[in-house]
């Protein structure tokens, strides 16, 4: 499984689908709050409001498109708008996207692993809950791919347990969702998505932060971070390379010697947030309040990063917060 930094994640929902009642209320009271979930009392239920989701309609924007056939040896032109990845972040039901259900093997209706088989071509996560004579079930359906992972009910550690792979499965969700953009985003640019030192950073940000969510940025490259007000912080990350190639631009458009010396002696991280990213004339003289010194993650090679506030004019749109979901929810 590709442990790397995904190209985006958010909060998602857990599915938890059980017949009982009473043990579902159980469960639910105990999860961590962090979990929000949605409860299911029966596999017909379920499976009606799981293919009723738009799944495809919260990756459209991130799937690159290609143009018509050219004729030398039937390659395509691929095109991406980076910027569609980070407005996923004024999608209101980004929140409601099921990721991981939590399914119970005992039901009346239709066992756990006949639920699993019905919609194995969905993209969520499965996790099965089985009792002692269920386990060569179990092992049999992760074995096959059916399910990905299971647990035994009656384990001293069932609860840390499950809670524990609900946050991996979550993870390795967006990982496999977003897989595919991150080869065609092999660039330079953007490498700090293949580099672990830079996923292990952005783990740190969001925990001394409290960020909930993070989206690629393409211009300049980084990551946005959402908290759970919806309060969005940018973290800008530079290789040499590129405050190098700010530096150059800088010269051609006149820039300040000061600034020239500190772009071209790592000294600084500039977000020019008012003309694109770049140094501007409607810079100026007051080049210093759209810099930061930086710091530095040192994986694969080095990268300068710095966290700005991101303008609201690079959203065009109204950020819809964790929190007002977490209200809706009643959690």
Known sequence: MDKHLSVYRHPTLTVLIDDSKTFLDSLAFQLNPQIVYKVFHDSSSAMEWLFAQRFSAMFDPIYARSDEQTNFFEWHSTHVDLSRIYHISLNRQRFDL??????????????????????????????LLTGQADEKLAVDAFNRGLIDRFIKKSSPDALI???????????????????????????????????????????????RYRFVEHYLFPH???????????????????TKGGLISHGEIAQDLGAPAELLAAL????????F????????????????????????CRGSEEYYWALFDLPSHYLKGTIYPYSEFLKRQGQ
Not at 99 to 122: F, K, S, W
Not at 170 to 188: A, G, I, W
Not at 264 to 271: K, Q, S, W, Y
């Open 273 to 296: 947030s008012d003309t694109g990213g770049m140094y501007g004339d409607a810079v100026g003289h007051d080049w210093l309040s759209y810099c930061l010194p930086p710091q530095i």
């Open 161 to 207: 347990r499950l809670e524990n792979e609900i946050i991996q499965l979550q993870q390795d969700f967006f990982s496999e969702q977003t897989r595919t953009l991150k080869v065609l985003l092999s660039s330079d640019a953007y490498s700090f998505l293949s580099d672990p030192a830079m996923e292990e950073l952005v783990s740190q940000l969001s925990r």
């Open 264 to 271: 071209n002696e790592f000294r600084l991280v500039p977000f």
């Open 98 to 127: 099921p990721t991981v259900l939590i399914i119970d093997y005992a039901m009346p209706q239709m066992n756990g692993l006949e639920l699993c088989e019905a919609v194995r071509n969905l993209p969520c996560k499965k996790i």
């Open 220 to 238: 300049p490259a980084g990551i946005l971070f959402l908290d759970v007000q919806g309060k969005a912080t940018l973290m800008v990350i530079e």
